[in-house]
C-alpha cells in the first residue's frame, strides 16, 4: 500500500473511497504493492463516470486477476511449468520427459469440464479487461508511470511473488529483467515523470490513452486461442494426451508408461506414443458454432484496435517512455526504431489482414489452386480436424475462387520491417 509522505493524509487517503483523480496518483504504487483489488470497485464506478484513469486501473486488475486465475488454476492441477503460456502447456511444449514434475508437489484431480471451465473464466476475464481498457479512450488525456517489473503477481497461489511474477513476463514473456526491452533511454522532451536510476536500468514506461487501446488489443490476443479451443470438443484429446501437462492429476492416461527406452530413453516410446494419440485426436467437433465465428469477429477487433491505437500515438505531442511511440518519438527498444514508413506498412498489413478476414482475399493452400477461404472456415465449420485441413482434403468446403494472398500482398511489411517483422508484430499487437 502507496506510503503517503504528508502523514496526515494516510488514513483519509485510504478509508475512504477514491474519487476522480486519486485513482491515477494510487495506481503505481497498489500495483507494486499487490493492492489494486482494493479499489477496484471504485475504479468501475468511476469508470462509468467517465474518468479514464479508473477504467484504465479496472483493465489493468482485470488483466491481472484472470492470469492469476488461469495459472494459479494450472498450478492447483500439477500443470508442470505454471509461468508456461497456457497454449504451450495445452499442447505439451515441456520437453520429451514422459513423467515431467510438476511444480506442485501435491496436485488435485482435474477433469476436462473443469479445465474448460478455467479456460472460460480466463476468456471471458480477458475480454472485461479489453472493455475497461477500449473505455479508457475517451476524452481527457493521462500518463501514469509505471514499471512493470515492479507489478508483481502471484502465478502460483502460495501468496509471494518470484521474479519472474510479473506484468512485464506477462507482455514480453521475458523470463528476467536482464532480458528487458526497455532500457534506460530517457525522454528528451514533452512531460517526463520519471527519474531514472542510475545504478539499474529505468524500465519504467509511461502509460497513456494509446496504452489503454494497445491493452485492450492485447487482451483480445490473449483470448482468441482459448475462445478457439473452447467452440470445440476437445475431450478426446484431453484424455489421450493432457496427461504429459497435468502428470499428476489423475487423467485417465496417467501412470500407464512401459519402462521401454526405444528411442531417447527411460520412457521415450511412451512419449512418443502419447506425441502420436495427441495428433490423432486433433479432430474437434464444433460444440458451439456462435463461439467460433466470434473468433473472426475478435480478429476484426484486433485489427480495429490497431488502427485506433496509431491513431492516438501519431495524434501526440509529448515523449515520455512510451510502449510503443511514434515516428517523432522515442524507441525503448534498441536496434528497432519506429519510422513513417514502417507505420505505413504496418496500416498497409492491416489493410490485407481485414481482406483475408472478409473473404476477399484467400489463404494459399500448398495442395490446391484455389485459396481457403478463411471466413467461410470460421463462419461455418462444423469440425476441424488439423492434419486433413493440411493434407488437404478437410479444406475442400473452405476452398474458392478469387485473388489468393502472397508475397506481394505483404510487400510494405516485407521491405519496411524486413527480418524484424515478427518482433514488430508482438510489439504492435
Excluded at 486519486?22 to 464506478?45: F, M, N, P, S
Excluded at 486477476?65 to 492441477?77: F, K, N, P
Excluded at 494509446?210 to 470445440?232: F, K, N, R
Aim: glycine content about 8%; aromatic content about 10%.
Amino acid at each position: 500500500m502507496r506510503r503517503w509522505m504528508i502523514a496526515t493524509g494516510l488514513l483519509t487517503a485510504l478509508a475512504v473511497p477514491a474519487s476522480a483523480g486519486e485513482i491515477g496518483d494510487q495506481l503505481a504504487q497498489r500495483l507494486y504493492d499487490g493492492t489494486l483489488g482494493e479499489i477496484a470497485e471504485e475504479a468501475h464506478d468511476l469508470c462509468y463516470q467517465f474518468d479514464t484513469e479508473a477504467c484504465f486501473a479496472r483493465g489493468l486488475h482485470e488483466l491481472i486477476t484472470s492470469y492469476e486465475g488461469l495459472s494459479q488454476a494450472m498450478y492447483r492441477h500439477g500443470a508442470t511449468d505454471p509461468s508456461m503460456p497456457v497454449m504451450g502447456m495445452l499442447l505439451g511444449m515441456g520437453g520429451f520427459e514422459d513423467e515431467a514434475t510438476p511444480a506442485n508437489p501435491d496436485p488435485e484431480p482435474l477433469t476436462y469440464e473443469a479445465l474448460r471451465d478455467i479456460l472460460d473464466a480466463f476468456s471471458r476475464g480477458m475480454s472485461g479487461a479489453s472493455i475497461y481498457f477500449q473505455m479508457a479512450d475517451m476524452e481527457g488525456d493521462f500518463v501514469i508511470p509505471i514499471d512493470p517489473f515492479k507489478v508483481r503477481i502471484d502465478l502460483d497461489g502460495n501468496g509471494t511473488v518470484g521474479e519472474a511474477e510479473t506484468l512485464a513476463f506477462l507482455l514480453t514473456s521475458l523470463r528476467n529483467r536482464d532480458e528487458a526491452i526497455f532500457f534506460e533511454q530517457s525522454a528528451p522532451s514533452g512531460k517526463v515523470k520519471t527519474k531514472p536510476d542510475a545504478t539499474e536500468p529505468d524500465t519504467t514506461i509511461g502509460f497513456d490513452n494509446a496504452d489503454a487501446v494497445w491493452l485492450a488489443g492485447y487482451s483480445t490476443i490473449a483470448a482468441v486461442p482459448v475462445e478457439l479451443i473452447l467452440a470445440h470438443d476437445f475431450s478426446d484429446f484431453f484424455d489421450a494426451y493432457l496427461h504429459l501437462v497435468f502428470p499428476g492429476a489423475d487423467l485417465p492416461m496417467q501412470g500407464h508408461n512401459p519402462l521401454g527406452d526405444a528411442f531417447l530413453g527411460e520412457g521415450s516410446d511412451a512419449f512418443f506414443a502419447d506425441l502420436i494419440a495427441g495428433i490423432h485426436t486433433t479432430n474437434f467437433p464444433v460444440e458451439d458454432p456462435e463461439r467460433l465465428a466470434g473468433v473472426l469477429e475478435k480478429f476484426k477487433q484486433i485489427t480495429a484496435l490497431s488502427r485506433r491505437n496509431w491513431e492516438l500515438i501519431l495524434a501526440e505531442t509529448d515523449d515520455d517512455r512510451e510502449l510503443v511511440p511514434s515516428p517523432s518519438q522515442t524507441s525503448m527498444i534498441p536496434g528497432m526504431a519506429v519510422t513513417q514508413e514502417v507505420v505505413n506498412a504496418w496500416l498497409a498489413t492491416l489493410d490485407t489482414v481485414d481482406l483475408v478476414l472478409e473473404g476477399e482475399l484467400l489463404v494459399p493452400h500448398w495442395r490446391f489452386e484455389q485459396g481457403f477461404d478463411l471466413k467461410a472456415y470460421f463462419t461455418t465449420a462444423t469440425r476441424t480436424d488439423l492434419v486433413l485441413l493440411i493434407s488437404g482434403s478437410a479444406a475442400l468446403p473452405y476452398l474458392a475462387d478469387g485473388p489468393i494472398a502472397d508475397a506481394a500482398s505483404f510487400a510494405d511489411a516485407n521491405e519496411a520491417l524486413g527480418a524484424d517483422w515478427l518482433n514488430y508484430a508482438f510489439w504492435f499487437n
